[in-house]
């Protein structure tokens, strides 16, 4: 298992940018695909991207792709999602998530029920 810790959530106008971070505990954080995903009141949790153990390959919501970027810093455990260009619909709390079974990456790779260690959330709000 990994313990994650999300940071950098707040109240930004839209238009903004954020920057979350996930810092992992564990040997084994490299080992892992990272993913994020997102939860708005009275929604399903939804997939918003991921990235392969190396950082080599990444994949994302169709809803975000050209604003958000993920990567990781595998020396320091911890994996990122950089957010531009921020719109109201963008407003949840956001998770980062550990794939404990492999570290690759493939189209479809987005459900829920794939990733085995979830942060708390970070609670990100945009206002128009």
């Known amino acids: 298992q990994v313990q994650l810790v999300e940071s950098g959530g707040g109240l930004v106008q839209a238009g903004g940018s954020l920057r979350l971070s996930c810092a992992a505990s564990g040997r084994l954080f490299s080992s892992y695909a990272m993913g994020w995903f997102r939860q708005a009141p009275g929604k399903e949790r939804e997939f918003v991207a991921i990235i392969n153990w190396s950082g080599s390959s990444t994949y994302y919501a169709d809803s975000v792709e050209g604003r958000f970027t993920v990567s990781r810093d595998n020396a320091k455990n911890t994996v990122y999602l950089q957010m531009n260009s921020l719109k109201p619909e963008d407003t949840a709390v956001y998770y980062c998530?550990?794939?404990?079974?492999?570290?690759?990456?493939?189209?479809?790779?987005?459900?829920?029920?794939?990733?085995?260690?979830w942060g708390q959330g970070t609670q990100v709000t945009v206002s128009s």
């Open positions: 998530a550990a794939d404990l079974r492999t570290g690759g990456i493939w189209e479809g790779h987005t459900s829920p029920v794939d990733f085995g260690s």
